[in-house]
């Protein structure tokens, strides 16, 4: 990874997904996305515990794992997570289409 020796200031979805893969994919595939999701849910709940009490620091970090472990299980079962964001939200809302959402309030999102 000699080329990764220099820190980037910026990390596209797209770049982020494949550097995943590239670090992990065979230990992932081989942990399948069940045992993955198990070590999502641990970081979501590591992230609670940061936002309700950690510094700023320490919710980046639990914000990186857990992004990395969503971005796992995409690698696992093959979902290009650019393209999935810009089906769903490239547009606007998906609910009302809108850019400055004005979906009713009990209605998602
Ligand atoms: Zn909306």
Redesign the pocket.
């Known amino acids: 990874m000699n080329e990764q020796e220099t820190p980037q200031k910026e990390l596209t979805l797209s770049e982020f997904q494949r550097l995943i893969r590239k670090m992990y994919v065979e230990k992932d595939i081989e942990r399948g996305f069940a045992g993955t999701f198990m070590w999502l849910i641990e970081e979501v709940g590591e992230l609670a515990t940061a936002l309700r009490n950690g510094t700023l620091r320490e919710c980046e970090e639990e914000f990186a794992d857990v992004l990395a472990w969503l971005t796992t299980i995409a690698n696992i079962v093959g979902v290009d997570l650019n393209k999935a964001l810009l089906d769903k939200y490239g547009a606007?809302?998906?609910?009302?289409?809108?850019l400055v959402?004005?979906?009713p309030d009990y209605?998602k999102?």
Do not use: A
């Open positions: 606007g809302c998906p609910g009302c289409g809108k959402c004005d979906c209605e999102p």
